[in-house]
């Protein structure tokens, strides 16, 4: 089993220019995350998404969007990159947002933007 | 505000045992969860406490204390595939995990 995937493994991007972080998970798995994990600092949330067609904003949102338009992809979307979000994102999933729920992580993305 | 405290770095020796102590403030608590992250990988789940007490898992345990804000994990029996980051996350009021920076474990044969 795969489990979630991400892609790509890393990239170097100009400041202002877009990209889109791909997620994909085979868990069927109602409930994805988007965090960022910076060196000294715990992994924060970007977005996320209950189930299939609704998204929500996280801690840090700015200068990301997200898309769920069906259960298993979860992309992550940054308009206009700049180099504070020079990060590594972790893209994860969970049976449900409710309690007890263990998130699963996917291998991560480095990205770095100059 | 929302507070997650861990120690940043930890030193332990081959075939010992090591606690790592995690202090939390947040609004609304629906459970702590343990991490284990080794360098330049993705965290995988080690525990999960929402009731007081100690939760044993082979060589790892977890406790927790809701009233004093507190949980350890105790890794007995270190081995240098232990090497790693050990994240702290608790579950807020909205179901979101707030986590801490981390604690890095170095084990020394």
């Known amino acids: 089993t795969a489990g979630i995937t991400q892609a790509p493994t890393s990239q170097i991007l100009a400041a202002g220019r877009s990209m889109t972080l791909r997620c994909t998970q085979d868990?069927?798995?109602?409930?994805m995350y988007w965090y960022r994990q910076d060196l000294g600092l715990g992994l924060r949330l970007i977005h996320y998404?209950?189930?299939?067609?609704?998204?929500g904003k996280g801690e840090v949102p700015d200068g990301y969007s997200v898309s769920r338009a069906n259960t298993d992809d979860f992309p992550l979307t940054l308009a206009s990159a700049v180099p504070s979000q020079t990060s590594v994102y972790f893209c994860?999933?969970?049976?449900?947002?409710?309690?007890?729920?263990?998130?699963?992580f996917g291998p991560g993305t480095r990205l770095l933007v100059l | 505000g929302q507070n997650i405290d861990q120690p940043t770095e930890m030193t332990a020796t081959e075939g010992a045992i090591v606690q790592i102590n995690c202090t939390y403030q947040?609004?609304?608590?629906?459970?702590l969860f343990w991490y284990q992250q080794h360098a330049g990988e993705a965290p995988t789940f080690l525990s999960y406490?929402?009731l007081d007490g100690l939760e044993e898992k082979g060589r790892f345990s977890s406790f927790l204390s809701r009233s004093k804000g507190y949980s350890y994990l105790l890794l007995k029996e270190l081995q240098m595939k232990d090497s790693a980051s050990y994240l702290c996350?608790?579950?807020?009021?909205?179901?979101?995990?707030?986590w801490g920076a981390g604690t890095k474990l170095i084990i020394k044969p």
């Open positions: 994860a999933s969970s049976r449900s947002a409710g309690d007890q729920e263990t998130q699963y």
């Open positions: 998404s209950n189930t299939a067609g609704t998204t």
């Open positions: 996350a608790v579950m807020d009021s909205n179901y979101q995990l707030i």
């Open positions: 406490n929402v």
């Open positions: 947040t609004s609304g608590f629906n459970g």
């Open positions: 868990m069927r798995h109602n409930a």
